[in-house]
């Protein structure tokens, strides 16, 4: 994955997908870029005020920014398919989609270090379960596909395919007793060896950390302030990051550490 600014993966990204847009207005997917960066970088004012970001900071707040931004491209891909049929949309209507659909993170409280110095404390000190009667968010992923002729070589396709997402609340898992009690007196040590085999890459090593608080709104609810850990580590050099989150958005953020972004066959232009 892209270890760039949260700046530069949003912009470049945005710019690329343009080229891809039936949608006419570019300025949605300005505006779009211009919120997620607002809403997700300088949502962690503490943040902006370093000198210097951690590498781990850094790929977290990517991962969250490019879920914010995967969900509000989700309404310029409505909008360009109903103007491909000749169906207008107005420009009004296209910013409210995009702001209706796309989650604010809020991220503070950074701490960062190897993971063996907080080996021994309690997993829950790390990790918000989610409270009883709340909501989580969940994410459902689509993959987009575009396909155009070239009127002056009728017998070339240009095509191109792209991720977007949409968000919704809904209650979270329910947890039998056991499972809780397990999940309030383990250590980091003790969750990383049960949970290995269910995430990204079970024979990863991890060797570092990043902690920090999130509270996320979206369509007028918030989540409120929870704890989560990511735990970085590396499988034959390939870097591998595990995610707990399991309130923001858990599917979504696994999607946006391991599933492509980039526009793959960007469409020729003239």
Not at 10 to 39: E, G, P
Not at 101 to 110: I, Q
Not at 148 to 157: A, I, K
Not at 200 to 206: E, F, G, Q, R
């Amino acid at each position: 994955m892209s270890h760039g600014t949260v700046f530069g993966y949003i912009v470049f990204d945005a710019h690329a997908w343009q080229k891809l847009s039936c949608v006419s207005r570019r300025s949605s997917l300005q505006r779009l870029v211009l919120t997620v960066l607002c809403l997700v970088v300088l949502g962690g004012a503490a943040a902006a005020g370093q000198t210097s970001m951690s590498h781990e900071e850094e790929v977290v707040r990517n991962a969250y920014a490019k879920v914010a931004f995967q969900c509000g491209i989700r309404p310029v891909t409505d909008a360009a398919a109903k103007q491909a049929i000749h169906i207008a949309v107005d420009q009004t209507t296209i910013d409210n989609n995009i702001a209706r659909a796309t989650p604010v993170f809020d991220l503070s409280g950074f701490q960062t270090g190897p993971i063996e110095s907080i080996a021994n404390q309690k997993w829950a000190q790390f990790v918000s379960l989610p409270e009883p009667g709340s909501q989580i968010l969940m994410s459902t992923s689509n993959t987009q596909n575009f396909q155009s002729v070239d009127t002056d070589s009728p017998n070339q396709m240009t095509s191109a395919s792209w991720q977007d997402s949409d968000l919704r609340w809904v209650p979270p898992p329910e947890l039998d007793t056991k499972t809780l009690a397990l999940m309030s007196t383990i250590t980091v040590a003790e969750a990383i060896s049960l949970s290995r085999e269910q995430w990204a890459d079970p024979k990863a090593t991890y060797t570092r950390y990043a902690a920090f608080s999130v509270n996320v709104t979206f369509q007028g609810r918030s989540s409120g302030l929870h704890k989560v850990l990511f735990l970085f580590g590396s499988d034959q050099g390939k870097e591998i990051v595990a995610q707990n989150d399991l309130i923001s958005g858990p599917q979504s953020l696994w999607d946006a550490l391991y599933r492509p972004f980039y526009p793959r066959g960007l469409l020729l232009t003239k």
